[in-house]
Antibody, heavy 121, light 106 residues
Framework: EVQLVESGGGLVQPGGSLRLSCAAS????????MHWVRQAPGKGLVWVSR????????SYADSVKGRFTISRDNAKNTLYLQMNSLRAEDTSLYYC??????????????WGQGTLVTVSS | DIQMTQSPSSLSASVGDRVSITCRAS??????LNWYQQKPGKAPKLLIS???SLQSGVPSRFSGSGSGTDFTLIISSLQPEDFATYYC?????????FGGGTKVEI
């Protein structure tokens, strides 16, 4: 059974840092591209970042570029998101998501339950 | 970046109604369009990929259509368990942008 379990969320002051982790199991983690997606309370889904299977290709949303760093450790089956210079508008539930690529489509087939990040003084 | 615009942002419907949700991309995305359903307190669930390909286990009352910039999700006969928020998502570019969501309410 595929499982994605996020951790590392919490309350942090503006300007602070947090590191999110996502422990993956039930599939060959090193074969999949992975993403972080966030959702502010009562708001919609926002794509944050993605990393390819070996970590050599990375993309970020403009809103987090230069502040967030995505990485992965395939030996530990774990995805990370290092978040620096946090702002109030980064307050969200952060989901770890697996991407599956098939002919004609790239889709998000498994989602974790999310970890809540609250940025407030 | 490619912007995705959904309409309406919310709608009220009754069990048995036919519901249509529209998603428009700011540029052509071919058929790289996915639809997700999200219920309160839950992670999103993939319904449709590649504009019209129904995922395994998703009821056949859900269907998707479109290509280029204009896409539609249709629920042919709304069921109680379908009351949720629906999101479109483009996977044409490396920035997998979502639409703003459509909340389907009773």
């Amino acid at each position: 059974e595929v499982q994605l379990v996020e951790s590392g969320g919490g309350l942090v002051q503006p300007g602070g840092s947090l590191r999110l982790s996502c422990a993956a199991s039930g599939f060959t983690f090193s074969s999949y591209w992975m993403h972080w997606v966030r959702q502010a309370p009562g708001k919609g889904l926002v794509w944050v970042s993605r990393i390819n299977s070996d970590g050599s290709s990375i993309s970020y949303a403009d809103s987090v570029k230069g502040r967030f760093t995505i990485s992965r450790d395939n030996a530990k089956n774990t995805l990370y998101l290092q978040m620096n210079s946090l702002r109030a508008e980064d307050t969200s539930l952060y989901y770890c998501v697996r991407e599956r690529s098939i002919v004609g489509a790239d889709l998000f087939d498994f989602w974790g339950q999310g970890t809540l990040v609250t940025v407030s003084s | 970046d490619i912007q995705m615009t959904q309409s309406p942002s919310s709608l009220s419907a009754s069990v048995g109604d036919r519901v249509s949700i529209t998603c428009r991309a700011s540029q052509s995305i071919s058929r790289f369009l996915n639809w997700y359903q999200q219920k309160p307190g839950k992670a999103p669930k993939l319904l449709i990929s590649a504009a019209s390909s129904l995922q395994s286990g998703v009821p056949s009352r859900f269907s998707g259509s479109g290509s280029g910039t204009d896409f539609t999700l249709i629920i042919s006969s709304l069921q109680p368990e379908d009351f949720a928020t629906y999101y479109c998502q483009q996977s044409y570019s490396n920035y997998f942008t979502f639409g703003g969501g459509t909340k389907v309410e009773i």
